[in-house]
């Protein structure tokens, strides 16, 4: 049996990749509008990077990395998120002698290692961005405007905006003992998964989409109960902010997120059509990362958004994103190897003023070559056969008109070249 790809991966054939462009291409557009710098960084780091920045106890940690020993017996992981490696780039590059905050975007896949179904990938790709070394709520602001206007200016509908507060490391210690007492009398009736959570991390049985666990945490106390007053105050501010950015969202006691990193401010854009697989944006406010793992305090906050999920969105809302193919294409379909020489000095010609031009590789006749120029959606061929060199002439058909006339071999690239600037 032939080889294939591996589950939960995807090929993203040409006439798939032009939305992605696309896409790509309005991200950067907003990011430099906010002012936000892309960074690029490895797609594999040190396993240690992952198990102190997203955290022992997160899901992501006990069960999804693509780990592995290279030859120097290093424990190596393949990134399954980039906030941690931008902090790990920030801390190594002395981001931080810089003014501050660092504003940075990224875009990239990542790996995890999870069930594949609808919506959920092994490699899937992030946009994200990040903010260090400021901690005022004005920074959780921004970030959650720019997700949002991101999705606004697609033109995405449907969309919701759930905001919480996870407290500082104090009101969570608080929050914990609290939801522990509370769900410890009906440990027995939760899932599997959320009595191990139960002792690792009990703020993650809130987020379990089992409706027994959801019954049963109804009325769990609420990282509200918890909040000391500097958290409060925080939220509060974040909260007036984005009115005042006229951002429309809801608070959601129990958005809990799934990586342990998070303080204070915690968000998600949540999508009703993609099923369980509901979020395309997640982040939150990480105060602590960059000196887990070893820099300097500087807080943080920012967020990921799954492109194969909004462009799901997109398609599914028959949202149209700028097609970034050529509108306009020449084709030279050449008979002959003499007319095949011209023809590629003419294609050579018309590439070198910018013109999008291409000609038939596979030495095939006339008809088969009008006919893929025609499926290629070009717009002017120009066809070169043995009696019109003679007489030093091509001919140029127009392929949406459906006409055609002679003219001289140098005339036809200034008529092409017009043609171009005109349109
Ligand atoms: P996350 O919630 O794990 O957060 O992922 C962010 C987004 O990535 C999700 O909302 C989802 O759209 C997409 N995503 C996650 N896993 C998959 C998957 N298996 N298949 C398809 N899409 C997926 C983070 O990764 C944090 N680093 C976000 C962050 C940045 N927080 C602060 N800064």
């Not at 875009?107 to 400021?134: I, K, T």
């Not at 989409?209 to 609420?222: F, V």
């Not at 007053?229 to 501010?237: A, I, L, N, V, W």
Request: net charge negative; with cysteine.
């Amino acid at each position: 049996m032939s080889i294939q790809r591996i589950k939960g991966t995807q090929d993203i054939l040409p006439d798939a990749v032009w939305p992605w462009q696309a896409l790509e291409e309005e991200i950067r557009r907003l990011c430099r509008e906010y002012g936000y710098q892309e960074i690029r960084t490895p797609v594999f780091e040190s396993t240690a990077l992952f198990v102190r920045g997203v955290g022992a106890t997160s899901d992501i940690v006990q069960k999804e990395m693509y780990t592995f020993e290279d030859e120097g017996k290093r424990s190596l992981t393949l990134r399954p998120e980039g906030t941690a490696s931008v902090c790990r780039a920030y801390v190594e590059n002395k981001l931080y002698g810089l003014p501050q905050p660092q504003k940075l975007y990224y875009m990239g896949p990542m790996f995890r290692s999870e069930n594949p179904q609808s919506m959920r990938f092994r490699q899937f790709h992030q946009f994200g961005v990040e903010v260090l070394g400021a901690d005022e709520p004005l920074v959780d602001a921004e970030v959650i405007q720019l997700a949002v206007q991101l999705c606004q200016n697609l033109g995405v509908s449907g969309l919701e905006t759930q905001i919480n507060s996870l407290g500082c490391p104090e009101c969570r210690a608080v929050h914990r003992e609290q939801l522990a007492a509370f769900l410890e009398p009906k440990r027995e009736g939760l899932c599997e998964l959320c009595q191990s959570r139960l002792e690792r991390n009990p703020m993650r049985v809130l987020d379990c989409k089992n409706p027994e666990c959801q019954r049963l945490t109804q009325g769990a106390p609420t990282t509200f109960s918890a909040l000391c007053q500097d958290c409060r105050d925080h939220f509060d501010r974040v909260q007036d902010l984005l009115q005042l950015a006229r951002v429309n969202y809801k608070v959601n006691s129990r958005l809990v997120r799934g990586l342990d990193y998070y303080r204070k401010t915690a968000f998600e854009i949540v999508e009703g059509s993609l099923g369980s697989q509901n979020a395309i944006c997640g982040g939150g406010r990480y105060d602590a990362l960059v000196e887990e793992i070893g820099g300097p305090p500087a807080p943080g906050m920012g967020f990921a958004l799954g492109m194969e999920r909004l462009l799901k969105i997109l398609q599914d809302q028959q949202i149209e994103l700028e097609d970034t193919r050529p509108a306009q294409f020449v084709t030279v379909a050449a008979l002959g190897r003499r007319a095949q020489d011209e023809g590629f000095r003419i294609v050579s010609r018309l590439r070198r003023k910018g013109i999008p031009a291409q000609m038939d590789l596979m030495g095939r006749g006339l008809k088969s070559q009008l006919r893929s120029a025609n499926r290629d959606g070009t717009r002017y061929a120009i066809i070169i056969g043995e009696d019109e060199l003679i007489r030093n002439l091509v001919v140029i058909r127009d392929m949406s008109e459906g006409t055609q006339f002679e003219i001289g071999l140098d005339d036809s690239i200034l008529w092409i070249e017009k043609q171009f600037i005109d349109s």
